[in-house]
């Protein structure tokens, strides 16, 4: 089997994730020539960068580059894991668990006005990350996380 370029799978990658070369560069701290350079296989990714677009694509860095054109002597060198979850989708992750745990409680009064409390300091997060954002993956993540967090709130 023919191992696939590097550049080509980061570019398929990109655009699985909907995203533009700059958008790319922007999270990576890097310039837009230098995504290009990578995706049209002019320049090699360092470890940092496989490192980076590895968390950036939820894959380990050895997933990133396992089939590829990949020096192993460089992929030798990548660490096993890495982060793979922006802060956004931490807080989302957490907003759901606070909601389905809020489902399973039996309605008291102080259980309603805990929920109302609840309700309110989410409010206050997604609100803080509507200026925040910085691409459409994450507004329609926000947008969803409102939507069930105002379902919530009218049930």
């Known amino acids: ?9 980061i570019a398929r990658l990109r655009q699985e994730f909907g995203w533009t070369q700059q958008t790319l560069a922007e999270r990576l701290a890097i310039s837009r020539v230098a995504v290009s350079h990578i995706e049209m296989d002019i320049s090699m990714p ?3 960068t496989v490192t980076l677009l590895a968390g950036l694509f939820k ?18 060198r990548l660490p096993t894991v890495v982060c793979a979850f922006t802060c956004l989708e931490r807080d989302l992750e957490l907003l759901r668990n606070d909601l389905n745990w809020l ?45 069930e967090l105002g379902k919530s709130n009218t049930a």
Do not use: F
Not at 3 to 8: F, S, W, Y
Not at 60 to 76: F, I, M, N
Not at 120 to 147: F, S, V, Y
């Open 103 to 147: 489902t399973r409680l039996q309605d008291s009064p102080d259980v309603i006005r805990y929920r109302h409390e609840v309700w309110e300091r989410w409010t206050r997060i997604l609100e803080h990350w509507e200026h925040e954002i910085i691409d459409d993956q994450q507004r329609g993540l926000l947008q969803q996380a409102q939507e």
């Open 59 to 76: 894959l380990t860095p050895h997933e990133l580059v396992a089939g590829t054109t990949y020096p192993p002597a460089k992929a030798d």
């Open 46 to 48: 360092g470890e940092r």
């Open 1 to 9: 089997m023919v191992p696939e370029e590097i550049g080509k799978r």
